[in-house]
């Protein structure tokens, strides 16, 4: 099993920045990739970015390229999340998840840990 824990969330204004950490724990030797994904309001779970936990091969939706930062530290189990230029759609609950496959993964579907989730919200 492996326990994801989400922090960083919360309220700024558009153009603003914030960082989101997800802290990994239990069998992390076991996970291939991590990824970031979105609920807005009223819509469906939306993949944001992932990162193999090695540090490379980085992929990014198209809605947040250029803006958004996924990067990690292996020391501490930790993948973060550097969110630039923010803008009143990207108000969502972000969740953290984890694969421990060789997928493409970038479909939630494909992952098989998830964490609690944190609220984003872009006021603008």
């Known amino acids: 099993q492996v326990q994801l824990v989400e922090s960083g969330g919360g309220l700024v204004q558009a153009g603003g920045s914030l960082r989101l950490s997800c802290a990994a724990s239990g069998r992390t030797f076991s996970v291939y990739r991590m990824g970031w994904f979105r609920q807005p309001p009223g819509k469906e779970r939306e993949f944001v970015a992932r990162?193999?936990?090695?540090?490379?091969?980085?992929y990014y939706a198209d809605s947040v390229k250029g803006r958004f930062t996924i990067s990690r530290d292996n020391a501490k189990n930790t993948v973060y999340l550097q969110m630039n230029s923010l803008k009143p759609e990207d108000t969502a609950v972000y969740y953290c998840?984890?694969?421990?496959?060789?997928?493409?993964?970038?479909?939630?579907?494909?992952?098989?840990?998830w964490g609690q989730g944190t609220q984003v919200t872009v006021s603008s």
């Open positions: 990162i193999t936990w090695s540090g490379g091969n980085i």
């Open positions: 998840a984890a694969t421990t496959a060789v997928k493409f993964a970038v479909t939630a579907s494909e992952y098989d840990y």
